[in-house]
């Protein structure tokens, strides 16, 4: 699809609005409305076959009967005349539309909705909506929306699928200050997603960081490519993160929303920063539309209070960059910009007695310091200082400092005056906030941001295995041909062995004596197991006996699995026993892997036994991943230092155990049209250099 028509909808030159009502307070009215009173230039066609004229305008009975050519409809006709409109538009040779009709997916009516669709592709048209509020761009002077005014400018775009929060948000920035060029309102995606927003946004010169609000992605492998080349920093409020709230979302905008789990791991893995609330989503809007990214974790802290000092340094350890002591040439030259009974330690507290001159010393200092990354500046309203000569100091010492690729934000506590002060320095490009730990959370996203875009550089995401993809489909063609959806254990360790994976030595044996006689070749001690694929939980049906030390245990144990998987399942299907290696014991981890309605093949990994039962200490990627993915998943986890090694414990093998993830990952992302989900449970992880050995394995294949 050409991306070129996406211009139609951000940036045309001629709108047509059809529906175009002749009564105040239809929406078809108001779209109109604003289009004229918020500026558009480019001529604007009413389209309403009962009217002649409208605010002025002439009003034409079709879009085709317009005089001029119209590069974009707005489409406000109700939803069993929106087919013919698409029609007359497509006569006219218009290139987008935006469809703000009701009545489609998002009420079942998917068949129209895919109609409608396929009108507008046939016709080269490109259609954002249904079921949004329109679109505003502040460059553009376009507020093709029903939106009351365009929005506080600035450089943000927030790209949104539920359309009341793009009216509320619109409203917003003006009371937060927070200036915004661009407001998208996707509604039901039918044909323009997030991902060819994104894609077009990251190539707009008005847009210098671009906001999601998100209910579910259709494609969101598609969106993680987009999103990892794009040079701009994105930030995502996902909703639906309670079941409750997944629930209402879906049937909200008629779209899947995944596991939260996965959307924040797919975030982290394509360097989308996260947003935990609406408020939240403002914050870390302003500091990465006006802010650079912070490379490294030394955030100084200057402040003229104590109290918040210490708020900013809570919050800076709650969010991931616990303060550092500056170093001593730092703290040296910090002191002569204070009272002696100053802190120039970290925060650097130059007291209540700091008026503008320590500000501006202090601040143009630290920032001219190699050993800083990023800077927040507090101040506390005192009755002999003015909070706008303040904010007036700071910028001035940001720009006298040269500084431009380190992050400066600033607090301002106080009354009316602080407020105004923090609102000139936001217009004049350094985002200040209200409370110390918001100050420090917007830091933390300029941080998370350069971190995730440092990840995203080291590209070491591993490449398709032919050779392994041609083993493990022969196994899975085997399985298929019985007409199953299960692998049995033993198929399902030569999948994992074929990708590389150490598995537990593990053959099939028919009867007792070939048991036997597979237990003598083995070695003891070892384990049997039942191999059926109609018995999933094999030690719930008494199918697996560990520790066998002789044949004669060997042959016991083969007895007693056959006669309790049949008291079981009278039907089961009985291939044999497993005859297996006894592994020797080490720490228990899981891997596993599922297909996510958004995301696909999703890879899991957490400690094993009572951790993933009670727990749930589990940790998600988006497959394929490479091994720093892999060694980022096992620190992540709660369950971390029991793997690097507690009260004199040895520290596992987490190189080894990250290679096996990633060839995991790999093994899920090749055979993604085969395979439904997997597991890898136990798997034991030995000390350092030691290894790992999968213990059981599982794969269920997709239904064909
Ligand atoms: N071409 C041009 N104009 C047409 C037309 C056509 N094919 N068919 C009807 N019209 C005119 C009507 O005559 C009317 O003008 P009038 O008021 O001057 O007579 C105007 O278009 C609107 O049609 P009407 O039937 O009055 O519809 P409406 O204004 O009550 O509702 C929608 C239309 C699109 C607003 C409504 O169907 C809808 O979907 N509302 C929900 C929108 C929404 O909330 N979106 C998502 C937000 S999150």
Redesign the pocket.
């Known amino acids: 699809m050409d991306k070129t028509l996406l211009d139609a909808l951000f940036q045309p030159k001629s709108i047509a609005v059809?529906?175009a009502?002749?009564?105040p307070g239809?929406?078809?009215y108001t779209v109109t409305d604003r289009l004229i009173k918020d500026g558009y230039p480019g001529p604007i066609y009413p389209?309403?076959?009962?009217?002649s004229e409208l605010l002025g305008l002439k009003v034409y009975p079709s879009v085709s009967a317009c005089p001029g050519p119209v590069d974009a409809a707005v489409v406000?006709?109700?939803?069993e005349?929106v087919k013919?409109?698409l029609l007359d538009c497509a006569q006219k040779g218009v290139k987008g539309i935006i469809l703000?009709?009701?009545?489609f997916a998002e009420i079942g009516e998917k068949e129209l909705e895919q109609e409608i669709v396929r009108i507008a592709h046939e016709n080269n048209m490109r259609i954002l909506g249904p079921?949004?509020?329109g679109i505003l761009s502040n460059t553009d002077k376009m507020n093709a929306s029903f939106c009351p005014f365009l929005p506080f400018p600035g450089r943000a775009a927030l790209l949104s699928q539920s359309?009341?929060l793009v009216i509320a948000i619109d409203a917003a920035t003006y009371s937060r200050r927070v200036g915004f060029d661009k407001l998208v309102?996707l509604?039901n995606m039918a044909d323009v997603d997030f991902t060819d927003c994104v894609e077009w946004l990251a190539q707009d010169e008005n847009t210098s960081c671009i906001s999601l609000y998100i209910e579910g992605f259709r494609d969101g492998r598609r969106f993680m490519d987009i999103a990892r080349k794009t040079g701009k920093p994105i930030i995502a409020l996902k909703a639906g993160v309670s079941a409750h709230g997944a629930a209402a979302a879906a049937s909200h905008t008629g779209s899947l929303a995944g596991a939260v789990k996965v959307y924040g791991a797919a975030f982290t893995q394509c360097g989308v920063v996260q947003a935990s609330d609406l408020d939240n989503l403002f914050d870390r809007v302003l500091a990465l539309s006006l802010q650079p990214p912070m490379r490294g974790d030394n955030l100084l802290i200057i402040t003229n209070g104590g109290g918040i000092g210490v708020l900013a340094t809570d919050a800076a350890e709650r969010c991931g960059i616990p303060l550092k002591f500056a170093p001593p040439d730092v703290q040296a030259e910090l002191k002569k910009h204070m009272p002696v009974f100053g802190s120039a330690k970290n925060p650097v507290d130059i007291t209540g007695m700091a008026g503008p001159d320590w500000y501006l010393d202090a601040v143009r200092y630290a920032l001219t310091h190699p050993w800083l990354d990023g800077l927040a500046v507090l101040y506390c309203e005192t009755a002999q200082t003015e909070p706008l000569e303040i904010a007036k100091t700071i910028r001035q010492a940001v720009t006298e400092s040269g500084v431009t690729d380190k992050p400066v934000c600033a607090c301002f506590v106080g009354g009316e005056r602080s407020l105004k002060a923090m609102q000139w320095l936001v217009e004049s490009g350094i985002p200040a906030y209200a409370a110390p730990d918001t100050a420090v959370n917007a830091m933390a996203a300029l941080y998370e941001y350069g971190q995730m875009r440092a990840a995203v550089a080291a590209n070491d995401i591993p490449s398709a295995d032919p050779a392994a993809r041609g083993a493990a489909l022969k196994i899975i063609q085997q399985a298929r041909s019985d007409g199953r959806t299960a692998l049995t254990e033993i198929e399902a360790k030569q999948v994992f062995a074929a990708y590389g994976m150490p598995v537990t030595a593990t053959r099939l044996a028919k009867s007792e004596d070939e048991a036997a006689a597979l237990a003598k070749q083995t070695g003891f001690p070892l384990v049997l197991k039942i191999v059926s694929p109609d018995i999933i939980h094999k030690s719930d049906a008494g199918g697996v006996k560990v520790n066998l030390k002789d044949e004669a245990a060997v042959r016991q144990a083969y007895r007693d699995i056959l006669q309790n998987a049949k008291a079981y399942k009278a039907d089961a299907d009985i291939h044999g026993v497993a005859v297996q290696e006894m592994a020797e014991w080490g720490a228990e981890v899981i891997l596993g892997s599922v297909n996510d309605p958004s995301f696909g093949p999703t890879v899991m990994f957490g400690l094993g036994g009572i951790f993933v039962e009670a727990l749930k200490d589990v940790t998600f990627r988006v497959a394929p991943i490479g091994v720093s993915q892999a060694a980022g998943m096992m620190s992540e986890i709660r369950g971390a230092p029991i793997l690097a090694g507690v009260r004199g414990e040895k520290p596992r093998d987490r190189q080894a155990m990250a290679a096996v993830i990633s060839r995991y990952s790999q093994m899920v992302t090749d055979l993604m049209d085969e395979i439904a989900e997997t597991d890898a449970n136990p798997v034991l992880l030995y000390e350092e250099g030691k290894g790992l050995k999968v213990v059981d394995a599982r794969i269920i294949l997709k239904k064909k």
């Open positions: 059809v529906g009502s002749t009564k239809k929406i078809g389209i309403n076959p009962g009217a406000v006709v109700p939803a005349a013919d409109a703000i009709t009701s009545g079921n949004i509020v359309g009341a309102s509604g």
